[in-house]
């Protein structure tokens, strides 16, 4: 996996995979700074820098279109931008999910199959989930879905706030309602099961989890407005 990207490193790398796909070649400094309203080529080379830097392109120096894109793997192509969008708790529900889409991911398409459209990154907080390998600061690929089995890691938002546990739904009996339980999954006994009736909803499956180490998140190049 390559380093994160910000919202506006993004949008540059888009610009140029976009340029690429129609006219079947690369753009130049001057086709990017106009595509993307920098003021300047500086600008742009900063930024080509940076992608260059984090593995997301090469130049070959000595040609007018250089740019050369790439993907983890060394080839470009197999991976799509994943949003994102908040820390979520895995200590307790004291963690609010903001939806602030201002980082990215570049995640190998093989994971998230065909459902791009509904899968976001979420860091983890906390350390009750270190048994199912979250820990603090990892990244989270979450499916959105409403519909979770028995054994399910899921996103579960109780009133206005995220956590991340095991699912299980127990039945009731005796006329009584079924409960749901969200299980922490650490040998830490502090950390007590969340038993729930109804009054939560789950915000999505758990598809994969990212550690930590490969985040790299950094913006050192002087932001216009676009």
């Known amino acids: ?21 129609r006219q079947g070649e690369s753009p130049t400094l001057a086709d990017l700074r106009a595509r993307l309203g920098f003021s300047s080529s500086r600008t742009v080379t900063q930024y080509l820098d940076i992608l260059e830097e984090k593995g997301y392109l090469v130049r070959r120096h000595g040609f007018k279109r250089n740019i050369e894109l790439l993907n983890a793997d060394g ?17 307790d529900l004291s963690v609010f999910a903001a939806e602030e889409r201002t980082e990215f991911l570049e995640v190998d398409k093989k994971i998230v199959e065909e459902d791009s459209g509904g899968i976001v990154a979420v860091r983890a907080v906390g350390d009750s989930m270190t048994d199912a390998g979250i ?6 690929l979450i499916r959105f879905t409403d519909h979770a089995e028995n054994g399910d890691r899921v996103a579960a938002i109780v009133g ?11 039945p009731g009996g005796n006329g009584q309602p079924g409960m749901v339980v969200l299980w922490p999954e650490s040998k830490n006994p ?15 499956k758990v598809l994969c989890v990212i ?10 190049v002087p932001l216009e407005r676009w």
């Open 211 to 220: 550690p930590a180490m490969h985040s790299d998140i950094s913006e050192i």
């Open 1 to 21: 996996m390559n380093k994160i990207l910000t919202y506006k490193q993004q949008k540059v790398l888009g610009a140029i995979r976009d340029y690429v796909e």
């Open 190 to 204: 502090k950390y007590k099961p969340i038993v729930l009736r109804e009054d939560f909803k789950i915000a999505g």
């Open 135 to 140: 820990n603090p600061g990892d990244y989270v």
């Open 75 to 91: 080839a470009w192509g197999s991976t799509i931008s994943v949003p994102i969008i908040a820390s979520v708790g895995c200590d």
């Open 160 to 170: 206005d706030m995220v956590t991340v546990k095991r699912f299980e739904r127990v």
